[in-house]
DNA sequence: CCCGCATGAGACATTCGTGTCTCATATGGG
DNA sequence: CCCATATGAGACACGAATGTCTCATGCGGG
């Protein structure tokens, strides 16, 4: 009888990665409840995205943790991360999207605290001297979202395994298309 | 009088580009023209979004072709090309994510030319030996679209100067990161 | 100069998604 | 066993955007 709202997220989040118009009639059937059982827990479809993004903040936090960015290099920092933000890859690109259409009115604190984290984790690579500095760590941060985003959907499109999806992206945030003598 | 289809195309690209949900009636505004007229140019919104995706195909062919890809180095290639594709970033990113709606119904063949002739320039400088080998030509081709996007999207924002936008992108997709011993 | 034609303004119906409501039902605890 | 409570189904009104229509206007060409 209860409703798991854990659960109702988890499958709104599912589908309106891959479906980012869906109505709230969708994805009340994606969650296997009634229209009337999802408004009476998200007062709306706006509510609705608020607790997706507060997900999905939690979802990076989480996974800001457990790859311990403060821990050995930079450069396996950043590795770990993208693995542990993998799972999580399909929801960030739809806020990421979403959040564009806000104009800069009520954005979520959430999204700054990590933006800093990751931003702070290629200063780090910056001073350390690991990481070339001509690139800001913002716009760095930027490209993570982006290359995350392009490897989600090229994912859910069929165009690659997801089992490349960490590889794909990590090698070309940390060493870019070119060849280099050692490998 | 007569209104030019070309002028209220690039209105509703540099409108859509910033407000990807405006209506109709914004547009028209946006243009200058009544919702009427607007409506007799394109037959509505879906007429509107086919219209501008070949606007965006054809500049990017434009581009292409001005950025002389099968000329000099690969590496110079993709410079000139993110370079000349700058001025249609908006659009691009505005189309890319427009695109992801469509799940595979009719996507615009115009794509799949363009996704070819960048991918063929990817392989070019994999044959040549000069980018690695370990990333297929598909999600370089994807990571572009996506580095271009989070570009153009922080240009918009204004966390970024546009004079840096080719060199941003350029300069994380060649070189990564990772701070090499010869620069 | 005058007529044709594109435009602007606005009314109108339609569709779609949303939000709210009621009522029947079943489930689970006391 | 019985009642409180949450849910499902559906009706309903509302607003927004769309698409179509009519009519007046004004510019431009013949």
């Known amino acids: 009888m209860a409703v798991d709202p854990e659960h109702v997220l ?9 479906k980012s118009t869906a109505t709230m ?5 994606a969650a296997g409840i009634s229209r009337a059982t999802l408004h ?8 609705l995205v608020r607790a997706l993004e507060a997900l ?9 943790d457990v790859a311990r960015i403060d821990e050995g290099t930079a450069s396996e920092a950043v590795r770990r991360l993208v693995g542990a933000m ?14 564009q259409l806000f104009e800069g009115e009520g954005q979520n604190a959430g999204w700054a605290t990590i933006d800093d984290r990751i931003s702070g984790l290629f200063r780090r690579g910056q001073l350390g001297g690991e990481f070339r500095i001509d690139l800001t760590p913002a716009w760095l ?13 090229m994912v859910h499109s069929g165009k690659g ?3 490349d999806f960490q590889h794909m992206i990590v090698e070309l945030l940390l060493g870019g298309a070119l060849r280099r003598e050692e490998s």
């Open 141 to 153: 941060t930027e490209a993570l979202y982006g290359l995350m985003a392009s490897g989600a959907w």
């Open 10 to 18: 988890r499958a709104a989040a599912a589908l309106l990665t891959r």
């Open 56 to 64: 999905g903040i939690a979802e990076c936090e989480a996974a800001l």
């Open 40 to 47: 009476r827990h998200f007062a709306g479809r706006d509510a």
């Open 25 to 29: 009639d969708e994805v009340a059937k």
């Open 86 to 99: 993998e799972p999580a890859a399909g929801l960030l690109a739809f806020l990421y999207t979403e959040n």
């Open 161 to 163: 395994a997801p089992k």
